[in-house]
């Protein structure tokens, strides 16, 4: 099994920013990428943003020039940063890892982090 165990959330002023961890664990070998979803209330889960081993990112419209997705593949950590965050960025975010690609298919998922942005 894999284990991806987010940290950095919190609650934050409008313009500010948060740095988002997730650390993986257990089999990991199969993993080719890894990435970020989140999920408001109301609102469906979206994917944010995401890495390969090989280091090729994709962001979604809606963050893309404000995160930042960087992977230590050594360390089978990746680091979602945020900067410029706004109210409409408030949602549980979730670390996601697939053994393809993280818009065809998640294998694991982490529990978890909220982020909080006040206007």
């Known amino acids: 099994q894999v284990q991806l165990v987010e940290s950095g959330g919190g609650l934050v002023q409008a313009g500010g920013s948060l740095r988002l961890s997730c650390a993986a664990s257990?089999?990991?070998?199969?993993?080719?990428?890894m990435g970020w979803h989140r999920q408001a209330p109301g609102k469906q889960r979206e994917l944010v943003a995401s890495i390969t081993r090989s280091g090729r990112t994709s962001y979604s419209d809606s963050v893309k020039g404000r995160f930042t997705i960087s992977r230590d593949n050594a360390k089978n950590t990746v680091v979602l940063q945020m900067n410029s965050l706004e109210p409409e960025d408030t949602a549980v975010y979730y670390c996601?890892?697939?053994?393809?690609?993280?818009?065809?298919?998640?294998?694991?998922w982490g529990k978890g982090t909220l982020v909080t942005v006040s206007s």
């Open positions: 996601a890892a697939s053994k393809y690609a993280l818009d065809s298919d998640v294998d694991y």
């Open positions: 257990g089999i990991i070998f199969s993993i080719n990428s």
